[in-house]
């Protein structure tokens, strides 16, 4: 299943632009019947799956899950370096991130366009009268997906230095009402709210969502178990690891159809693998970015950003996941893959690579964590046995205590998701941003800075982060 690009949307669904994430932004114009405006809003149970995909379809921007957002939270840490050009791209390898960074900006705007586009999914589908049409699977659907832009949102610029769910942590702006004109109350900026008001909704979202969403055929969309895996993720963060435990156990048992690959490269050389619960689809039409980055002008690309110098020496001996996360220059093959590139991301022609979202091996190593942090050692080590053996590594020894079975966890998450857009937020919610990279003295950036835009036209209402 592929969502159809914004221009493709414009005959079919209702398109909102993100307003109120900066008060000049304009909402696209749509005229009457041949598309649906704000006052005619959706009005059959076709407009409402039409504008339900034009949510997802939000996620596929460049500016957001079509490159930015998971290259840059690898970017930002041990996984990935910068070669290339961009003077954007070096402040955020560097984390000497500036408030006019465009980069920022735009991922910024991309993301709450999307909630904008839930937000109005979820108002106007109540008024939908039609017996055939399921009004809480799709409300729910659209619940998720706000909830994990917000997630998204917080991930980068919510928080403390120190991490996540601290009672002084700084939000976003909290919209949870559809913005369709430029005049009155909807336009009006709004301040940011803490984060624990964001996390409150985040939960809501979730639970609500989980309860009403009906059966996907497809792993392109968000079904019970990829958002109680979601839950999962979030918990997590907040480090209510009894929580994250559960929820996990809960995604997998809502998932029996999904199972761990035996190969790790399966996860990535095809689309829709065993172990996918939530895949992002692209074809060569509705193409992105992914490899582009990652490769050099020899295979069509740009060679903005290499695998870290320290990511493959992190490998064990014998690690399978090598070879995928790491091509070297012993392990080239030329000229599809030169040294210095992933196989995660390798479509550079076509831009069709898939980002996934959600996959079992993420799950199980949630869930591991979450069980060693609480104490259950025993099973904590079962489940990240699952992982290590398929990746051909002996299985950990029993002996472990608490505190070194949590760090091999975090070490066989670093590696089994490198490059996936995971590693920047694990070492934000573990504090350990400048215990792993000793070059980032200055705490406060953690946090990246509220773009500038987004201070100036809210008249300062909205805040900046500390120190910037």
């Not at 560097?94 to 709450?112: G, R």
């Not at 009403?212 to 969309?221: L, P, S």
């Not at 209510?240 to 435990?245: I, K, L, P, Q, V």
């Not at 790491?326 to 390798?346: E, N």
Request: hydrophobic content about 45%; charged content about 20%; overall charge neutral.
């Amino acid at each position: 299943m592929n969502f159809p690009s914004v221009r493709h949307l414009l005959a079919a669904s209702i398109l909102l632009a993100s307003l109120g994430l900066t008060s000049c932004e304009k909402p696209l114009e749509v005229t009457p019947r041949a598309s649906l405006d704000s006052t005619d809003g959706l009005q059959t149970r076709q407009d409402a799956e039409a504008a339900l995909r034009g949510c997802y379809d939000a996620l596929q921007s460049a500016n957001y899950l079509g490159l930015r957002y998971q290259l840059f939270a690898d970017l930002g840490s041990d996984n990935a370096r910068h070669t290339g050009t961009f003077p954007t791209f070096a402040q955020i390898a560097q984390n000497q991130i500036l408030p006019d960074n465009t980069e920022l900006s735009a991922m910024w705007n991309a993301i709450y366009s999307g909630i904008n586009r839930c937000n109005y999914v979820i108002e106007q589908v109540q008024k939908i009268d039609d017996p055939a049409f399921n009004k809480a699977s799709v409300t729910a659907e659209a619940q998720a997906l706000r909830a994990f832009n917000y997630m998204n949102l917080l991930g980068y610029w919510g928080g403390t230095p120190a991490g996540y769910g601290y009672p002084d942590g700084l939000g976003v702006p909290l919209r949870l009402e559809a913005t369709t004109s430029i005049n009155g109350e909807q336009i009006k900026p709004k301040a940011r709210a803490t984060e624990a008001e964001v996390n409150a909704a985040i939960r809501a979202d979730l639970t609500a969502a989980a309860a009403n969403i009906a059966a996907q055929g497809t792993k392109a969309r968000l079904s019970k178990g990829a958002i109680l895996a979601l839950r999962a993720r979030f918990e997590l963060r907040l480090r209510n690891y009894a929580d994250a435990a559960d929820f996990a156990a809960q995604a997998i048992a809502a998932l029996p159809a999904v199972t761990l690959e035996g190969e790790y490269n399966n996860i990535f050389a095809q689309k829709f693998s065993n172990e996918s619960i939530w895949e992002l689809p692209f074809d060569a039409v509705d193409s992105n970015s992914l490899a582009f980055f990652w490769f050099p002008a020899a295979n069509g690309g740009r060679n903005e950003v290499d695998p870290a110098t320290g990511l493959g020496p992190a490998h064990e001996a014998g690690d399978k996941r090598l070879n995928v996360n790491v091509v070297t220059a012993a392990t080239a093959q030329l000229p599809s893959y030169p040294s210095g590139t992933t196989r995660k991301y390798f479509r550079v022609a076509a831009g069709d690579d898939q980002p996934i979202l959600m996959r079992l091996g993420e799950v199980i190593l949630t869930r591991a964590e979450a069980l060693a942090q609480t104490g259950n050692l025993a099973t904590a080590l079962t489940l990240v046995n699952q992982i290590r053996t398929r990746a051909g590594l002996p299985v950990l020894a029993t002996t472990l205590t608490q505190a070194q079975l949590i760090t091999a966890i975090l070490r066989e998450r670093r590696i089994e998701l490198a490059n996936e857009g995971i590693r920047w937020f694990d070492l934000r919610r573990t504090n350990t941003v400048q215990a792993t990279l000793p070059a980032v003295t200055q705490t406060f950036r953690n946090l990246w800075p509220i773009p500038i835009r987004e201070i100036q036209t809210t008249s300062n209402l909205v805040v900046q982060n500390p120190s910037y």
